[in-house]
Each structure stands twice: as structure tokens, then as C-alpha cells.
């Protein structure tokens, strides 16, 4: 509630949308949402905010470095396809690393 939002609407759209794919049910809870506390909001863009594809981006990275890189492990945590993980590493919207599961 008191959050500033200095990314204005942009940045509320932006959290409110990542915080329903990061549901697991038809109710958004307090850990869904990735304000002060969360890693992604350490960097700012010069607006102040990120797009829905920048926060994807970085939360993906984030369970890659988290998970040594098990993109099998990645895929199942965060209920995306691995061919799609697989596709941002290798156009390098991801940092590569060790990999630890199967292409």
C-alpha cells in the first residue's frame, strides 16, 4: 500500500500481470507480487520500469542461476515449455551457463 509505483501505471500493470502468471490459483497473494523485496526491482530501466517481457526475462534468469541452470527444473517450477527457455538461450535474451538437463 505504500509503494510509490515511480514506474506509474506501467509498472502496476507490469507486477499485477506477473503476479497472475506466478499464481497457482484464481487468487493473487501477497508472495505473488515482486515489489521492494524482489531481486528484479534492484535494476531500474531509465522509466523506472519494466515490460512484462524484462520481468519474464529476469525472473527466468533468476531460477536458471538459481538452479544451476536444470532448465527441466526451471520449466516445471515457473509452468513454462522448456522449448521456450531453450529458444530465449539461445537467441541470448538469457545468459548461458552450465546445463544441466537434456536439450
Do not use: W
Not at 22 to 42: C, V
Not at 50 to 70: S, V
Not at 79 to 88: E, N
Amino acid at each position: 500500500m505504500t509503494y510509490s509505483f515511480p514506474g506509474n501505471i506501467r509498472e502496476l500493470k507490469s507486477i499485477i500481470e506477473l503476479a497472475c502468471v506466478m499464481a497457482d490459483g484464481e487468487e493473487i497473494d501477497e508472495e505473488h507480487l515482486q515489489i521492494n523485496f524482489s531481486p528484479l526491482k534492484t535494476h531500474h530501466t531509465k522509466n523506472g520500469s519494466y515490460t512484462l517481457k524484462e520481468y519474464t526475462l529476469k525472473l527466468i534468469q533468476q531460477y536458471l542461476d538459481e538452479y544451476n541452470y536444470d532448465v527441466l527444473k526451471v520449466a516445471g517450477k515457473l509452468d513454462v515449455g522448456k522449448s521456450t527457455i531453450y529458444r530465449m538461450i539461445n537467441s541470448r535474451q538469457l545468459k548461458t551457463g552450465k546445463r544441466n538437463s537434456d536439450a
